[in-house]
């Protein structure tokens, strides 16, 4: 058997080429294209994409984050290309962060962006106001309580805008308004100052504009100088917010005047009883005396210097009230002493015919104790006819009832003095009667 050989040729087809479209970096919220584009082989190809896609492309997509595409093909004799890879970087979008404040009202406060992401900026900026700068100067304003402000931010890119809302919370300021109990006056002057409208979680600070300070509310000083005081006072809330306010020529005080005198004679005799007392005060223009005298009915004066008659004895306590044109008033005491005097008069004769003048024997004096006291009568004789132990209880002249004879009378009186001394007197008396 003979060999027979031939030649065949057999054509290897070119290898599968496969090109992309290049890696791609977009905005957040943008579309972009891909595709992919086969040669080599032997058409018609068959394309397969990770994402389920079929075909070259160009394919429109928005990935919301960064992700990979994968593809490759098979041509018509079943041969497989390799995998190419596409990545499409997604930037992230903008962010903007706001913040909060509380402030007080009236303050300012800045707000100031803090932004991220997107494609890093240059940022446009857009406030709800119409600013368009990264910072917004806010004046606070507490009748919009809460304060809100919107910043848009865009880059030319991503989509949609970044958006921050700030917020401004405004607290009240205090609301200053005070009184006091009085506001002018003679020193030294109490006065008690009252912030209205506050409340026990505010702190207080006064000054009551004579070096003085204070921290409660009522609070309470004395004033002790001749002026005029302006008063300030500062509130500050639990929130922080301050305010204050001056009032000038708040408190006005006005002088004392000064009450002086001294009496001419401080020991008196009960004979020698007038006083006169010699005023020294100075700064006053209206005088009040009070002599202590509650029997007399000339207790008190109104005169610059002042007298006054004591006709009982005994410890007295002058009273001296001055006051000036402001009404304010100044008073001093001064003491002064009525001795009692002993005197006694005796009379030498007496006329018992009840005409109603000289009809009783009886001694006058002062300073005589009226009970410890003792007078005897006795006639010619030596017969006692008549006794008193009482110094008001003098003889009528009468003996056993009937009026005694004219003539001479003995009579011998014991008394004491209202110091306790002892006294003794004797004598005679006459007796002038119309009976013989």
Known sequence: QCPVSTTLMINQPSSITLVTSPNATICYGTSTNIFANASGGNSPYQYQWSDGSTGGGPFLISPLSTSFYNVYVTDNNNCQSETKTIKITVLPPITVIPTIHSICDKDTVILTSNVYGGNGGPYNYNWNTGANTNTLLVIADYSQNPMTFTLSVSDGCTNPNGTGIFTVHVNPLPILSFNSDITNGCVPLKVTFNALNGNSFDSYLWDFGNGQVGTTNPSQVIYNTVDTFDIKLKIKTMY???????????????????????????LLSELDGEEYFINTSYGGTTYFWNFGDVTSSNNTASTFNATHL???????????????????????????????????????????????????????????????????????????????????????????????????????????????????????????????
Request: hydrophobic share 30%; net charge negative; glycine share 8%.
């Open 240 to 266: 922080g917010c301050e305010r204050d306010t001056l009032v000038p020529t708040y408190v006005v005080t006005y002088p004392l005047p000064v009450a002086s005198f001294y009496p001419e004679k401080p």
């Open 310 to 436: 004591y006709v009982h004895p005994g410890d007295y306590t002058i009273t001296l009230v001055v006051t000036n044109t402001y009404g304010c008033s100044d008073t001093t005491v001064q003491k002064i002493t009525v001795t009692p005097d002993v005197s006694i008069y005796i009379p030498d004769a007496f006329t018992p015919d009840n005409d109603g003048l000289n009809d009783v024997f009886k001694p006058q004096g002062v300073g005589i104790q009226n009970l410890n006291y003792k007078m005897e009568i006795y006639d010619r004789w030596g017969e006692k006819i008549f006794q008193s132990e009482d110094f008001n209880i003098g003889w009528d002249g009468t003996v056993k009832g009937s009026v005694a004879q004219t003539g001479v009378y003995a009579y011998y009186i014991v008394l004491y003095d209202i110091k306790g001394y002892k006294h003794f007197y004797k004598g005679h008396v006459s007796l002038l009667s119309n009976k013989n």
